[in-house]
């Protein structure tokens, strides 16, 4: 056995293979040695009461380096993302200067060596995300970028939208064959624009510009017949309405290659959230209805959703500051995404911890180093949770540089204790040690 091991003890290991009581033991080397009972190492960290699941993998974050390191750093993400579970986060291209390049896309992986968790860089379909010509695709995948996104908005034209599909579909020999995956953010952008949240009762009260589900619908729609005609693998990013869990529902069933996330905002808050004007719960898509939130809780209970992801948007207080019709839409996610599902789907601790890591690990292509399973041979990125243990939920508290979380104040059931990536603690006891 190795000089320097690291036993995680006394917990219920959890991973898509079932549970069973077991310690772990991960080696110098950063792999699990052995998952059985009665096992002991050099250094331990106690999991009596808690899951030891395989470290959750967030395929919507905005890490805001290169640009923005008012509101965020590739370190402080990472540490927050630790802090929620996470060993893998997927970079958002909406950057400045954008992810659209060779040049942007290796400083991101630069700046990621050695922080808390590992960062996997998407990067933009078109050239700045202005949806007019294809960002080099085929150069950006031969870095490693697995998943392609205009992230902050939608291609709006079907012309582009389909090229971008055919030539996605084309390139997966540089992939390890592993399919490219382009990720949607669905949003008409002409029914969209001047909305500041969800058209609905709530914005005709508060007098409001409202987005209607529509503009989100329309290019689900859209896509699903794209994915239909192309045959490329076609990730639907965020997920808001009911009309729009019905069709990729509709979709899977009929065997097309579409797979979908949800946020945790998404699944617990409604439109009338918006109803104090609090610019911590303008978010794009916006907060919708009652229904569209238990639609969004069905899909994930049913498989139609296949993933929770936390679309993890930070802003400085300065920006949210601003009045409700003219702060920038997003709020932080990292830290409370396992405490949401935990205490508000009312699912087994299994098929949620499976919506936060083995599901979302398949979908980013690396599966191979997180989301398990827990068995010799692994790398040890695990994450170990107390779904019992209550907290109330402080923006101020978390590792993020800016606050602008819309659960604060919040109670809630579950907590994250202790994270381990490549066999090394990086949180341990709720404390970030990295
Ligand atoms: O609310 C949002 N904020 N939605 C997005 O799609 C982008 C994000 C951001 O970057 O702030």
């Known amino acids: 056995m190795s000089s320097d091991t690291l036993a995680i003890r006394g ?62 750093t590739i370190e402080s993400a990472a540490r927050g993302a630790a802090l929620g579970g996470f060993t893998a986060v997927v970079a958002m291209p909406n950057t400045t200067p954008t992810m659209d390049s060779a040049a942007v896309v290796r400083e991101v992986q630069e700046l990621a060596v050695g922080v808390a968790c590992e960062v996997f860089p998407s990067a933009a379909i078109t050239v700045d995300r202005r949806g007019e010509a294809l960002a080099p695709m085929a150069e950006l995948a031969r870095l490693g970028v697995r998943i392609f996104t205009d992230d902050g908005s939608g291609v709006q034209n079907e012309r582009l939208m389909r090229t971008a599909l055919e030539y996605a579909g084309s390139l997966s020999h540089l992939s390890d064959g592993q399919p490219l995956v382009l990720a949607q953010h669905c949003e008409v952008d002409s029914l969209a624009k001047g909305g500041v949240m969800h058209e609905g009762e709530w914005s005709s009260l508060l007098g409001m510009p409202g987005q209607p589900a529509e503009a989100e619908e329309l290019m689900v729609m859209r896509d699903i017949a794209l994915a239909r005609l192309t045959g490329t693998r076609l990730h639907f990013q965020h997920l808001s309405t009911a009309g729009s869990v019905a069709m990729v529902r509709a979709a899977k069933q009929a065997g097309l290659p579409v797979s979908a996330e949800a946020t945790p905002h998404h699944f617990t808050l409604d439109h009338s959230s918006c109803a104090g004007f609090d610019s911590a719960f303008k978010v794009h898509p916006p907060l919708r209805t009652v229904e569209d939130v238990a639609a969004v809780k069905a899909g994930l209970a049913d498989g139609t959703i296949d993933a929770i992801a936390t679309d993890h948007a930070p802003h400085t207080s300065q920006d949210k500051d601003r009045p409700f019709g003219e702060a920038p839409p997003g709020m932080i996610g990292l830290e409370t995404a396992f405490t949401l599902a935990n205490s508000e789907l009312g699912l087994p601790i299994e098929q949620v911890i499976g919506l936060l890591s083995w599901r979302p690990a398949a979908i980013a292509g690396i599966h191979g180093r997180h989301g398990g399973p827990i068995v010799e041979g692994a790398a040890a990125n695990l994450t170990v949770v107390d779904p019992d243990a209550e907290w109330s939920v402080s923006g101020a508290a978390m590792a993020s540089r800016s606050t602008n979380t819309p659960f604060e104040g919040r109670k809630l059931r579950g907590r994250v204790r202790h994270t381990i990536l490549d066999g090394e603690p990086v949180v341990i006891d709720n404390l970030a040690v990295r």
């Open 11 to 72: 917990g219920t290991v959890v991973d898509a293979t079932g549970s069973r009581r077991a310690d772990v033991i991960v080696g110098e080397d950063g792999r699990i040695l052995a998952v059985e009972p009665g096992l002991d190492g050099d250094r331990s960290l106690d999991a009596s009461g808690c899951i030891v699941a395989p470290g959750f993998v967030d395929l919507h974050t905005h890490l805001r380096q290169p640009g923005h390191e008012e509101a965020e």
